[in-house]
T-cell receptor, first 113, second 111 residues
Framework: DAGVTQSPTHLIKTRGQQVTLRCSPK?????VSWYQQALGQGPQFIFQ???????QRGNFPDRFSGHQFPNYSSELNVNALLLGDSALYLC????????????FGPGTRLTVL | RKEVEQDPGPFNVPEGATVAFNCTYS??????FFWYRQDCRKEPKLLMS???SGNEDGRFTAQLNRASQYISLLIRDSKLSDSATYLC????????????FGKGTKLSVIP
């Protein structure tokens, strides 16, 4: 049973560029949440997708957008990258909106130069 | 008060020691709480859930004090493999469907 998978593993971009990160949820899970973890900090909630709609959003600018596909996989898009966007981006999946069953993927490490 | 606040650490303890981490939270309406473990450059993994006054799982005990709005995690008989960052997590947002993480406390267990 595959867990949560994310791609790519690592990514290097320059300021002003755009990036797309991908996440496939654990089998049986239909909800995907995205988190940003800066070095030395805890993960910060970006947004959550359920039934192909953004259900909740954290305190992140509109440069951060997402999408969920019918197969429950999800994408995180970040436009006009800033140096401060360098972080580990984590995807977590769960069955429905159950926070007590959120499983995290290995993350995508984004470096913005 | 920050939403979730933890001891900054790091905690350096010898093998076999008992160590405790504290966490305070601001939302008095929170009903459930979690401790996650995160190894260096890895994803967070759920260690324990706390729904009532506490929870025990082997060497790990989590306690909840609703009146003071803090949660603690006690690790007895520390092992080298316990070295990690421990994250205190509280559901938040509308419907409490999102997780708010503390900054984490780094534990190093020394031989």
């Amino acid at each position: 049973d595959a867990g949560v998978t994310q791609s790519p593993t690592h990514l290097i971009k320059t300021r002003g560029q755009q990036v797309t990160l991908r996440c496939s949820p654990k089998s049986g899970h239909d909800t995907v949440s995205w988190y940003q973890q800066a070095l030395g900090q805890g993960p910060q909630f970006i947004f959550q997708y359920y039934e192909e709609e953004e259900r909740q959003r954290g305190n992140f600018p509109d440069r951060f957008s997402g999408h969920q596909f019918p197969n429950y996989s999800s994408e995180l898009n970040v436009n006009a990258l800033l140096l401060g966007d360098s972080a580990l981006y984590l995807c977590a999946s769960s069955p429905g909106l159950a926070v007590n069953e959120q499983f995290f993927g290995p993350g995508t490490r984004l470096t913005v130069l | 008060r920050k939403e979730v606040e933890q001891d900054p650490g790091p905690f350096n303890v010898p093998e076999g020691a008992t160590v405790a981490f504290n966490c305070t939270y601001s939302n008095s309406a929170s009903q459930s709480f979690f401790w996650y473990r995160q190894d260096c450059r890895k994803e967070p993994k759920l260690l324990m859930s706390v729904y009532s006054s506490g929870n025990e799982d082997g060497r790990f005990t989590a306690q909840l004090n609703r009146a003071s709005q803090y949660i603690s995690l006690l690790i007895r008989d520390s092992k080298l493999s316990d070295s990690a960052t421990y994250l205190c997590v509280v559901p938040s947002g509308a419907g409490s469907y999102q997780l708010t993480f503390g900054k984490g406390t780094k534990l190093s267990v020394i031989p």
